[in-house]
Nanobody, 113 residues
Framework: VQLQASGGGLVQAGGSLRLSCKAS????????MLWYRQRPGEQREMVAG???????NYADFAKGRFTISRDNAKNTMYLDMSSLRPEDTAVYYC????????WGQGTQVTVSS
């Protein structure tokens, strides 16, 4: 049972990235899923979530710039990020929305000014 996040990297301000979270070992389609991030020196915060029915919700800072989606056939969740800002620099984590939490290992996103 695991989540594997990927897709991070170095991008200039204003650029875009797509993060992926590949799930294995459980029935992915039965769970809501979440993206979190942890900026340097700060606590982990929620970025976006998506329900089993594909209903999304976003933190205020993500609205209009980030899009969460999922492909149940591929057991994968995505986070499309655009208009990136230096303050979006963080380690991004995916998480299964369940009583027994399951976290991915994180992927680093660095936005240069």
């Amino acid at each position: 049972v695991q989540l594997q996040a990927s897709g991070g990297g170095l991008v200039q301000a204003g650029g875009s990235l797509r993060l992926s979270c590949k799930a294995s070992g459980f029935y992915f389609s039965r769970y809501g899923m979440l993206w979190y991030r942890q900026r340097p020196g700060e606590q982990r915060e929620m970025v976006a979530g998506i329900t089993e029915d594909r209903n999304p919700n976003y933190a205020d800072f993500a609205k209009g710039r980030f899009t969460i989606s999922r492909d149940n056939a591929k057991n994968t969740m995505y986070l499309d990020m655009s208009s990136l800002r230096p303050e979006d620099t963080a380690v991004y984590y995916c998480k299964r929305d369940s009583t027994v939490g399951l976290w991915g290992q994180g992927t680093q996103v660095t936005v240069s000014s």
